[in-house]
């Protein structure tokens, strides 16, 4: 799968879902980020990191890095992707996955579909529909929440092909 950049940054959705569970303490919200086979590395995973955030202050950064570093790792090996390291937001201004959040999170279609050629636009509605379909999923529910994420990827990765394949004329501001 040919992933966009900035779609595994520091303050992208893996690692929004990461954040989540940490705050909340319910692992379920990144495990949905992860290949099943890797549940038990993770869990295990977050059960030491939510203890060393408790008992051991001092060491927080380093149990955090760890924490934040693998989640990505199984993430991107989930995709099978070979993973480096973290990239940091902002590295492609050309990326679609900011606008992908954002008309998910609201449900509005129009800031992304100016850029759809028409002869998409009927594929791009379907797949919209298809994400919004499996985006109110039960946190508790883990495959539901697999499946969003299948649609949330797969919608980006089409729209992300498209926008990066529009001719662009140098001088003029991205949409």
């Known amino acids: 799968m040919n992933m966009p950049p900035n779609y595994d940054i520091t303050n992208g959705s893996v690692?929004?879902?990461a954040k989540m569970a940490l705050d909340t303490g319910n692992v379920n919200y990144v495990l949905i980020?992860?290949?099943e086979a890797s549940e038990n590395k993770l869990k295990n995973l977050f059960a030491k990191t939510v203890c060393e955030r408790r008992d051991r202050k001092d060491v927080?950064?380093?149990a955090f890095d760890?924490?934040?570093e693998t989640v990505n790792r199984l993430?991107?090996?989930?995709?099978?992707?070979l993973y480096t390291c973290m990239?940091?937001?902002g590295l492609d201004e050309r990326s679609v996955v900011p606008k992908v959040k954002r008309v998910i999170e609201t449900g509005?279609?129009?800031?992304i579909i100016g850029f759809i050629p028409k002869t998409q636009e009927h594929d791009f509605r379907h797949r919209f529909r298809?994400?919004?379909?499996k985006k109110n999923y039960d946190v508790n529910n883990v495959a539901d929440g697999r499946a969003y994420v299948a649609a949330f990827t797969d919608f980006i990765v089409y729209l992300h092909h498209i926008y990066t394949s529009i001719p662009r004329e140098a001088g003029h501001a991205e949409h």
Do not use: K
């Not at 509005?108 to 800031?111: C, D, G, M, Q």
């Open 15 to 17: 690692m929004d879902a």
């Open 33 to 35: 980020w992860v290949p």
């Open 60 to 62: 927080q950064d380093i």
């Open 66 to 68: 760890w924490y934040f």
């Open 75 to 81: 993430h991107r090996a989930g995709e099978g992707t």
């Open 87 to 89: 990239n940091l937001a």
């Open 108 to 111: 509005e279609a129009e800031e």
């Open 130 to 133: 298809h994400v919004m379909e």
